[in-house]
C-alpha cells in the first residue's frame, strides 16, 4: 500500500468530531487516558503515524484533534503535557506532543514552551546511578529510576528535532545537547555497561512508525537531522548496513499491532524504513 492509500484509509476511520477510537464515558480510562487509550490506535498515536508518513503539516483534518490533545493533556500548575498521576512527569508523552505540535505547527507552542523549559530544569540523564542528587521526581521509577528511560530522551530529542532553529532558545539547545549525549553514550542502542549488547530488547529490529518506543534507525534518523556525526554512531550505522537485503532495500522486522492502518507486513521490503535509511546512510 502506496502513502497516499495509507493516509486515505487512515482518514476514512477518523469520526464526525474529528477523532479516533473515542472511549466511551463507561469505560474505566475515561476521561484521563482520553484520546491516548486504545494504544495505537486512539488519536493521539494516530496523529503520529500520520506525522511519520510525512503528510502535509496543512492537512486540515489534523487541526482540531491536535488542539483537543493540547487540551486534555496539558496541566497547567507543572506547564506540562500528562496523564495525570501516571508515570508522572512522563517525558514520552511531551516528547510526542513537541514533535506534533511543531511538525504541525511550524513552532511550538505556548504549552509545549513551558514543557521544554520544564524538561530543561528537571530531565534527568542517569546511567545506571543517580548522576545528581534525586529530585522530587525521582519517585517515578519508569522513568527516573537509576538508569534514566531511555525513550523518554529519546522521544524529547525528537520533539526538539522538529523545532525550527529560529525557535530555539539557549535553554532548549542545551537539553536537545544533553540528550545527544546520552544517546551518544549509548552508541544509539548498545549498553554502556556491556558495549557489545543490544540496549532494549528488540529496539534493534526496524519499525515503523515510531509511537513511543523508537528503533534504532529513528534515532540515527534524528541524529542525521542534527547532523551529529561521531565515531559512536559506528555500529549502530554498520548494524544498519547489514540489515539491507540483496535488492538495496531494507523490511520491515517489528510490527506496532491494532494501528488504524498497515503500514507494511513484517519480513517484507518497507518503503518507509527503506526511505529513512538510504537518507542515513546518504545513499
Given amino acids: 500500500m502506496n502513502r497516499q492509500a495509507i493516509i486515505s484509509k487512515i482518514f476514512e476511520a477518523q469520526d464526525e468530531n474529528g477523532f479516533w477510537k473515542m472511549l466511551p464515558a463507561s ?27 510525512g503528510i502535509d503539516p496543512n492537512e486540515e483534518r489534523v487541526k482540531k484533534p491536535l488542539q483537543e490533545l493540547q487540551r486534555q493533556f496539558f496541566d497547567p500548575k507543572f506547564g506540562i503535557y500528562t496523564l495525570k498521576e501516571d508515570h508522572f512527569p512522563i517525558p514520552c508523552l511531551n516528547g510526542n506532543m513537541i514533535y506534533l505540535d511543531c511538525y504541525f505547527n511550524g513552532k511550538p507552542s505556548e504549552k509545549s514552551q513551558q514543557a521544554l523549559a520544564f524538561f530543561y530544569k528537571y530531565q534527568r540523564f542517569d546511567d545506571g546511578k543517580y548522576e545528581v542528587e534525586p529530585n522530587e521526581f525521582c519517585t517515578n521509577k519508569s522513568c527516573y529510576g537509576k538508569h534514566t528511560c531511555y525513550w523518554g530522551v529519546v522521544k524529547l530529542l525528537k520533539g526538539i528535532s522538529f523545532i525550527p532553529q529560529e525557535y530555539r532558545d539557549p535553554n532548549t539547545t542545551d537539553l536537545l545537547n544533553r540528550c545527544i549525549q546520552f544517546v551518544l553514550l549509548h552508541k544509539v542502542c548498545f549498553s554502556s555497561h556491556k558495549p557489545d549488547r543490544i540496549m532494549i ?14 528503533d534504532f534507525l529513528e534515532i540515527l534518523w534524528l541524529l542525521k537531522r542534527e547532523g551529529i556525526s561521531s565515531e559512536q554512531l559506528t555500529p549502530a550505522l554498520q548494524l544498519l548496513r547489514n540489515k539491507q537485503h540483496e535488492d538495496g532495500n531494507w523490511h520491515l522486522e517489528r510490527q506496532a499491532h491494532n494501528m488504524v492502518a498497515s503500514v507494511g507486513e513484517v519480513n517484507k521490503t518497507n518503503q518507509f524504513i527503506t526511505e529513512r535509511a538510504k537518507e542515513v546512510l546518504e545513499i
Avoid at 36 to 52: E, G, M
Fill in 27 to 53: 469505560d474505566k480510562y475515561y476521561p484521563d487516558y482520553l484520546h491516548y487509550v486504545p494504544t495505537f490506535r486512539a488519536t493521539l498515536w494516530t496523529l503520529i503515524l500520520l506525522a511519520d508518513l
Fill in 201 to 214: 530488547q528488540k529496539m534493534d529490529l526496524l519499525t515503523f512508525p515510531n509511537m513511543y518506543k523508537s
